[in-house]
Structure formats: C-alpha cells, structure tokens
C-alpha cells in the first residue's frame, strides 16, 4: 500500500498555500505566554492509570520527580538532595532538598515519596522489580525516606528515575493512597507548572500556569529531565488541532509556538520557513508495536500470531509513519533500540526473510483460523499512528482474516484497550502503537514484553518463560551476563510473539525561531524563552 493512499488529506494540505482554516488565536503577552500543539488532547490525568505519552507530558509539568534522568541516561537528582548506602547494598536513605511544597501549601514530605513509590509500583515492572525485593519503607522525618532491601538491586536510581510512562512522579500522600486502577480526583503536584482546571476545554484546550513556590535546582546541567528547571513563561497552553493542515498553518501564522510531531509530508515545507526551525525529537527515535489482546481469538493462539509476525513487512510500517527518506526509518529491528546495549540480531531470521503473503495465508488456516472478527482499533488523531492502523488493516485483510477497523480519537481508544471484555462485546483484538527508543532499551523498561498475564501490558500475554528470563537480566551480574539473557529473549520472542514489532522510525518537532533554548530530546517546557 502507498503512503500518499492513507495519508492523502495532509499531502494535499503540504502541496497547497497553508491558508488560515480556524479564527487566530488569541496572542496576548507573547513573553509571558507558549503556545503548543500537543500529539493529542489529554483525556487521563493520572500518570499512574496510563502509559499514554500526552499524560506522561503532563506529569512532568505538574509534578517532579526524585532523580531526573538525563540524555546519556544517567539518574541526577531532582527532588532528593543527596543519598547514602549502607547495610552491604541494602540500606538506602534519601533525603529530600529544603522548601519543596506542593500546589495546595502543603510542604512534600518523606511519607509522600513512600505513598507514591507503592502506587506507582503496582503498574509499573521497575517498580514491581524494585518491590520484590524489598523489605520495608520507611519514613523516619519529613524529609528523609528510607528503602530497606531483603538484597541488594543495582537498578536503585534507574527506578526511581523512571521516565517512560507509568513514569515515577511525586504526589501527595491522599492522592497516593488512592487505587492505582482509579483516576486520582485532582491534580495536585509540585512541580514547575499548576494544572489549570477552570480553563480546561476538552477536545480543543489544557493550561498550565506557573507555579510561584517552585524551586528549582542550583547545580547541574539541563539535560532531559535533569537540571534546574527555571521556567521563563507565565503560562503554557497546549492548544488541540488535531488536523495536520492546521496546526502547519497556525505555526507559519505564529497563532502557536510549538508543534509536537509535524507528519513528514509536511516537514519540508516548515522548513523552508524563515520563521520556523525543526530538531529531531529524540536520536534514539520511535519504535513501532503492533499489541494483540491474548484473552481472545485468533490472537490467543501463538501460531496465528507467528502467521502474522512471519508476513509483515517492516519497510511497509515504517514507511507509512516517516515517509520515503531511508534516514528516517529503519527495518530488521527486534526487541531493543538499535544502537542501544541490549540490542541484538537473535532470531532476526523471521523478520529479515522474504515475504511470501500467499504461504501466508494457507498458513494462517492450517494455524487454527476459522474467520472469527479480528477488531482492529486506530486513531484518526495521531497520523502516525493513524498511517501504522492503515497498513496493519491492509495486511490483515489480505491474509485473509475478517477485519473489523475501529478508528476514533485516540482518548476513546486509550480507554477501550483497558478492557478484557471479549471483542463484540466492546472488547479488541490489536491495534498499534509506539514507544520512545529510551522505553524499549532494556527487558525491564519495555512495556510491552511484561507477559506476567493479569500484570502484563494491554493484551495480558501470559508467557512464563519470558517473564523468567526478564528477572533473569535484573539479577545478571554485569552487562556481558544482560546482553545474553536479552538474546535468549528475543530468540523466545520471535517464537511466543508478544508483540509485533514494526520497525524504528524518527521524526522532527517544529518551532518558532524565536523560541530559544528548547530542551531536546523531551518534550518539557522549563529552560524555554522567547528571544
């Protein structure tokens, strides 16, 4: 399938003269205020309920976090003010910088750290690996919380640095005490910006303002989420557009500062803008997923998966969401971020084969296919991932399975692939998706390999020797060890079919010149100026 096929409306929008397709925006004080076109529109506040990247964004605005994780992925300290070690490794006392307070008033405490580590925990597999070792939580004064181990875990300040979503945040103690399966009922952080709910417009509009009490670091260098976190706006405002063609014309007009992910038919022209300037997002990219529901058939079966897995083109998907600069995208990828330590060819075979779509199909009937509905979920507001729902449908089909093709924004999506009712019922069957190269760098980080069942990812894959190698590389004891177990796993995983991997892709996020001193590689919004 050609690109231009599924992506017809937004190339014609970058072959015409962008023409203003809403009223201006407001402009007000351009000093005081930012304004940025967000993936999507916020529909889950509680980064605990969610791995969805826009709520993710939201939690480093209105929350912090105890260590900051910076571009050559080394935890520094945010929150706590320094650390000691004791007890042969299982002793580990935090102790929190002066003056921190939350929204409300209320200063953060050492027992508020404690809260939230536990209810992150319970949705996150660092957490859970973190908790499975340890002994006690403790919170001896208000600023100090202690982690008693039963034995030592080497992964102590990447946890606690916990980035990709369920990502690790601060939240006071009520709030932590809440079921991490339920929605926290406020927002309530200490982070550099404050949630403003009163001029929050669902589907067009979120507001943050920034928060007056808010203490930056004095030492250390901005990088990621590290380093002081000075904020130069009085506001920030992430307006919804999502329409292609609009949010290009708004940022050409100067209506808004900022976009997040331009589609690439259209980046070429931002960049012959004098006016607007483009960065990747991130050198270690994205890589695509195709996530299957295990609960249910056909995808409960792994050889209707291996069918599936065995006739995919990674060159197709990719192609789809980065267009046709080779520079952009990359095929024959596994498990792991290319360039990264873990990754690795094992069992590539399946993936770097010849594609053979009629073996395919009489395949997929000797796997055990009988035609039942296959309910495949996309979005329209992401053209990513809208682009990757176009080609997964197009392969599905031509297999020869009955495809059901669900497209909605990507909030209502969000909250059905929470269900495990079966797929008539409201249900699914797959549907796509993709993760930062920073969130598929290690067994532990990767969502998608948690196969524990009920305590996996979406789709609650149940494969126990996964999961048994994945504590494996935890408990490794040095690098050489990790990269073996990871092999093994990929090798597994190419067999079991988890997921569908899609390949790797990388993309440009545009901006107003005169927006000075962005931090690459995230999407924040401390150290930002206008020039």
Request: with cysteine; aromatic share 8%; glycine share 8%.
């Amino acid at each position: 399938m050609l690109r231009r096929t599924f992506l017809g409306g937004a190339s014609a929008a970058a072959a015409a003269p962008f023409l203003p397709v809403r009223p201006a925006l407001a402009q007000g004080d351009r000093a005081r205020v930012l304004r940025f076109v967000p993936q999507s529109d916020l529909t889950i506040v509680d980064p605990v309920t969610t791995t969805a990247y826009i709520t993710r964004n939201h939690a480093l605005m209105v929350f912090d976090q105890l260590y900051g994780l910076d571009a050559q992925l080394t935890p520094q300290p945010q929150m706590v003010e320094g650390h000691t070690v004791e007890d042969d490794g299982k002793r580990w006392t935090f102790r929190l910088r002066d003056g921190l307070k939350f929204h409300d008033g209320e200063p953060v405490r050492g027992r508020d750290c404690i809260a939230s580590i536990r209810r992150w925990a319970q949705r996150d597999s660092l957490g859970q690996a973190l908790m499975a070792r340890t002994d006690a939580l403790e919170a001896p004064d208000d600023r100090t919380f202690v982690i008693r181990l039963k034995r030592p875990y080497g992964l102590m300040l990447e946890t606690l640095a916990k980035l990709g979503p369920p990502v690790l945040v601060i939240m006071p103690e009520r709030l932590a005490a809440i079921d991490p399966a339920q929605q926290i009922p406020e927002v309530i952080g200490s982070g550099p910006f404050r949630f403003n709910t009163k001029e929050r417009l669902v589907g067009a509009r979120v507001v943050y303002d920034r928060n007056p009490d808010y203490r930056p670091r004095e030492d250390g260098a901005v990088s990621w989420v590290a380093g002081p976190k000075r904020v130069h706006f009085d506001r920030v405002e992430w307006q919804v557009m999502p329409d292609p063609g609009t949010a290009a014309a708004a940022l050409q007009n100067g209506e808004v500062d900022w976009w997040e992910n331009p589609i690439s038919d259209l980046v070429p022209t931002l960049q012959a803008s004098p006016e607007i300037t483009t960065q990747l997002a991130s050198t270690l990219g994205n890589l695509g997923t195709g996530v299957m529901n295990h609960l249910y058939p056909p995808f409960d079966n792994p050889a209707i998966r291996r069918v599936v897995l065995e006739a995919l083109s990674q060159a197709d998907f990719m192609g789809a969401a980065a267009g046709d600069d080779p520079k952009l995208w990359r095929k024959d990828v596994g498990l792991f971020t290319p360039g990264t330590a873990m990754a690795n060819d094992a069992g590539l075979s399946v993936l770097t084969g010849p594609r053979d779509l009629a073996k395919a199909k009489r395949d997929l009937v000797a796997a055990g296919y009988k035609g039942e509905r296959v309910v495949l979920m996309s979005t329209s507001e992401n053209p990513v991932l809208g682009a990757l729902g176009e080609v997964m449908n197009d392969l599905l089909r031509r297999l020869g399975m009955n495809v059901q093709y669900v497209v909605s924004d990507w909030g209502t999506l969000v909250t059905r692939r929470a269900s495990k009712a079966p797929p008539d019922q409201g249900g699914w069957n797959i549907f796509n998706t993709t993760w930062t190269g920073l969130d598929m760098s290690n067994p532990v980080v990767e969502q998608v390999l948690r196969c524990g069942g009920e305590k996996g990812f979406f789709g609650w894959p149940n494969l126990p020797e996964l999961e048994s190698l994945r504590e494996a590389w935890i408990e490794a004891p040095d690098q050489a060890a990790r990269k073996a177990v990871a092999a093994r796993m990929q090798t597994l995983a190419m067999r079991d079919v988890p997921y569908l991997p899609t390949g790797q892709y990388f993309y440009r996020t545009a901006f107003r010149r005169d927006l000075r001193d962005v931090v690459e590689g995230q999407f924040v919004f401390w150290n930002a100026r206008r020039a």
